[in-house]
């Protein structure tokens, strides 16, 4: 009796051990859990920060667009007007030429307003390009939105 009683306590004692042992790897592994937690977390905070800041830019993106559209038709017009005052002036020129009065004045006028036409059309053309350059940089924008949208996918089917 006494034989197996000591061998039933060197059992409890190895169970004690090894109860031990897994209690801590247990807390081991809680404390990594609690860890990854943490990390998600702070991931996911600024995963959302950068989700954020690029809403953020897509609106300002989104004005500087409908800005440089504004601008595009406003100068459109201002050239339409340009266009129509120097047709005027080709006419008035031509008339001026059949008289042969005051043909100096004309060809400056025509002069002038071709330098303005030349202005509004050559402004016309960065305002076209500042606003292709702004779509270019929503498309880049919304392609990154789109990835945005798989990583968090990617993320909740890894969970």
Request: aromatic share 0%; glycine share 2%; net charge neutral.
């Amino acid at each position: 009796l006494k034989e197996e009683n000591a061998i039933l306590r060197s059992k409890i004692n190895k169970l004690q051990i090894l109860s031990e042992t897994q209690a801590d790897k247990m807390r081991k592994l809680e404390k990594k859990l609690e860890e990854n937690k943490i990390k998600e977390e702070k991931e996911a905070q600024d995963l959302e920060a950068m989700v954020q800041h690029v809403e953020q830019n897509l609106q300002l993106m989104t004005k500087r667009a409908v800005k440089a559209e504004n601008c595009a038709a406003k100068l459109r017009q201002e050239n339409a007007l340009l266009q129509a005052e120097l047709r005027n002036s080709k006419v008035e020129n031509e008339a001026l030429r059949m008289g042969q009065a005051g043909l100096a004045a004309a060809k400056q006028n025509a002069e002038v307003a071709l330098q303005h036409l030349l202005q509004v059309t050559s402004s016309s053309r960065a305002s076209i390009r500042q606003l292709l350059s702004g779509a270019e940089s929503l498309q880049l924008i919304a392609d990154l939105l789109k990835s945005i949208d798989r990583i968090s996918e990617v993320s909740e089917d890894g969970q």
